[in-house]
């Protein structure tokens, strides 16, 4: 993998190119090296099979250029990238690009500048995980699997099933998923910012479902982490925990159900809802179902969520962003209250200049700036990477919830009395626009019935939709609890560090069962 003083060498050339360039006003240099390491896993215990598939690896580096040009038409802006190639050639490339593809933009003010917030996070990451080995990564997939298998061969309720020890493999035991390790590496230097940044993150996670084929059973686990001496078994075990768990599934009928909605679930609403909607760009364009609402209440008043890119051993963690701009903690909802944005420095300049800014955000610009630091402009891929071949978009680091009066698990559910636990949905997706707020997902498994108290009876997995208001669901929120557990969905940029949240009158809709339909 290139290293990051290669990195830092190349963007300072780069720079010092561009700055000899007699039609260039504002320039900068952004260089990048991703690695990728994966072990995919699927074990099936009825079907010869190898455990662990597929270890492999990408990795990608290159340089990307975004400058302003003076030209007879006035000031343009264009943006080139150049792959594998660091040298002075490779910078020229790319620079071709970026002028031929250069265009008036009159929302555009200026390359970032200093915010005037200091960079806190430095050396963070894991230099095992930079150097990690072939055997090493083989290894991280067999101990999710390991741990899957020693716990579904402990279980005494699949014992009964079988009738024995030896059977119980009959009853098709699948784990499915894998460990992925991602390797990033950045240096950066503009014309506002001249001195050369780099930023070093390295992160280990593994998702992973697990089934019970003869039962119809499903359950997943998830691990997120930045340290490889810290990679356990968790996600393999609590799968197969999770698949034994669900086995003798009941249906549930249509209705307004109090609901808690488990860490994956509150992730996945998050991911593909409230944070889309609490970015500047969603806000510029008129298309949150919070415009106007800056400083007024969104939410009950028992949950907060903030976003932070610079806490030590945070899965979401990096030193600066993408904009060469220091990471930090930026509230969303306080209390209930919408009180800031998620922005890089494009969007916010655009926003804080808009004449409908009062309407938009519901603040004027001196009132406003305090919500719009730009501290999440990230050129990420989907699902990970720092990319040179972008420009910066805006996405969260970590996103911490919390309750203002969190109770245990055992508690809410108490409190909840009769209702649903719901563990893990997927298909998240607003309908009529993001404006509207109104939602749909399928639950998919990790689902009770809660009776008295108690989490009593599996849920049947693909048998019920939520169909329903996420605007709703933030105002109706009733209890949270104390435990977070840093949490992942599918091709999400951030990790969230989610609770189990509860929420009344919650709208359930049955889906029909083909079998079920044919008797």
């Known amino acids: 993998m290139i ?3 290669d990195l830092a060498k190349a963007a300072g050339g780069a720079f010092e190119y561009l700055k000899a360039q007699a039609d260039i006003q504002e320039a900068e240099v952004f260089a990048a090296a991703n690695g990728s390491l994966l072990t995919r896993i699927n074990y099936t215990s009825h079907i010869p099979c190898n455990g662990v598939e597929e270890p492999k690896s990408t990795e990608s580096y290159g340089i990307g250029i975004q400058a302003v040009f003076n030209t007879p038409e006035g000031a343009k802006v264009g943006f080139g990238s150049e792959p594998s190639d660091l040298t002075l050639e490779g910078t020229r490339r790319a620079l071709e690009k970026a002028r031929q593809g250069a265009v008036h933009d009159p929302e555009f003010h200026s390359l970032p500048k200093p915010t005037g917030e200091p960079r806190t996070l430095t050396d963070y990451h894991d230099p095992k995980l930079l150097q990690v080995r072939d055997e090493e990564l083989v290894e991280t997939g067999w101990k999710a699997v390991t741990g899957a298998l020693r716990t579904f061969m402990a279980s005494s309720r699949l014992v009964d099933l079988a009738g024995s020890e030896t059977t119980v493999k009959r009853l098709g035991l699948i784990l499915g998923g894998d460990v992925t390790i991602l390797q990033e590496r950045v240096a950066i230097v503009s014309t506002h910012m001249p001195n050369v940044q780099v930023d070093e993150s390295t992160l280990i996670m593994s998702f992973l479902t697990a089934m019970v084929e ?72 008129s298309s949150t179902p919070f415009l106007g609402k800056l400083g007024k209440p969104v939410a009950s008043p028992l949950l907060t969520i903030y976003d932070h890119g610079a806490v030590p051993g945070f899965m979401g963690s990096k030193g600066i962003t993408c904009e060469g701009l220091p990471t930090g903690r930026t509230d969303l909802v306080k209390n209930g209250v919408l009180v800031g944005c998620l922005t890089n420095w494009y969007e916010a300049q655009r926003l804080l200049r808009d004449p409908k800014l009062g309407e938009k955000l519901g603040a004027e610009p001196d009132a406003a700036r305090g919500a719009l630091v730009a501290r999440n402009g990230f050129r990420f891929g989907t699902g990970g990477g720092r990319m040179f071949d972008s420009q910066p978009g805006v996405a969260a680091s970590n996103v911490i919830v919390e309750g203002a009066e969190p109770v245990s698990l055992d508690e809410l559910v108490a409190r909840v009395r009769n209702g649903l636990y719901i563990g893990r949905i997927w298909y998240t997706y607003p309908i009529n626009g993001l404006r509207a707020g109104d939602f749909t997902c399928t639950v998919v498994g990790d689902s009770f019935i809660i009776r008295d108290g108690k989490l009593v009876t599996p849920i049947k997995a693909n048998t019920i939709r939520i169909n329903d208001n996420f605007t709703r669901v933030l105002a109706n929120i009733v209890g949270i609890t104390k435990d977070v557990k840093g949490t992942l969905v599918w091709a999400a940029d951030e990790v969230v560090y989610a609770p189990e949240v509860a929420v009344t009158g919650v709208h359930v809709d049955e889906i ?3 079998m079920e339909d044919l008797t």
């Open 512 to 514: 029909a069962g083909f």
């Open 3 to 5: 290293t990051t003083s």
């Open 214 to 285: 003869a039962r119809d059973a499903k359950g997943s686990g998830w691990s997120t982490g930045t340290r490889l001496d810290h990679f356990t078994d968790e996600a393999g075990v609590d799968a197969a925990a999770n698949a034994i768990q669900a086995i003798g599934g009941e249906r549930v009928r249509s209705g307004d159900y109090t609901v808690i909605l488990g860490r994956q679930p509150v992730t996945d609403i998050l991911n593909n809802l409230v944070l889309p909607s609490c970015t500047a760009s969603t806000f510029y364009s």
